[in-house]
């Protein structure tokens, strides 16, 4: 599986971003999709995950309530709709992918990864 990130970009804050997540090679089918961020000097946390088929949707208590992650399959994309952005929301975001039912905030059990875009939030 090879993952395109896009939709990055400079906000101020209490505004909204779209990140979009291509996948090529495979279909979602049977695979969990994750986001994932990385401010500097900060480990990479987790951010939000989802199943392929929707059934299971998680997210980290920080964005819960402002981040929506939503699957197109498709189009084999996976969003990560941000409303309300704070300051602190400022990192590099990465989605990732993994097969099978089970879905992990650890970031080594996803093998795909995509490229990363920056999302920047301003006073």
């Known amino acids: 599986v090879q993952l395109q990130a896009s939709g990055g970009g400079l906000v101020p804050a209490g505004d909204s971003l779209r990140l979009s997540c291509a996948a090529s090679?495979?279909?979602?089918?049977?695979?969990?999709m994750a986001w994932f961020r990385q401010a500097p000097g900060k480990e990479r946390e987790f951010v939000a995950v989802r199943s392929w088929n929707g059934r299971s949707t998680y997210y980290a208590g920080s964005v819960k309530g402002r981040f929506t992650i939503s699957i197109d399959n498709a189009k084999k994309t996976v969003y990560l709709q941000m409303n309300n952005l704070k300051l602190e929301d400022s990192a590099v975001y990465y989605c990732?992918?993994?097969?099978?039912?089970?879905?992990?905030?650890?970031?080594?059990?996803?093998?795909?990864w995509g490229q990363g875009t920056q999302v920047t939030v301003s006073s």
């Open positions: 990732a992918a993994r097969e099978g039912l089970s879905y992990y905030a650890q970031s080594f059990k996803y093998p795909w």
């Open positions: 090679g495979s279909t979602f089918s049977g695979y969990i």
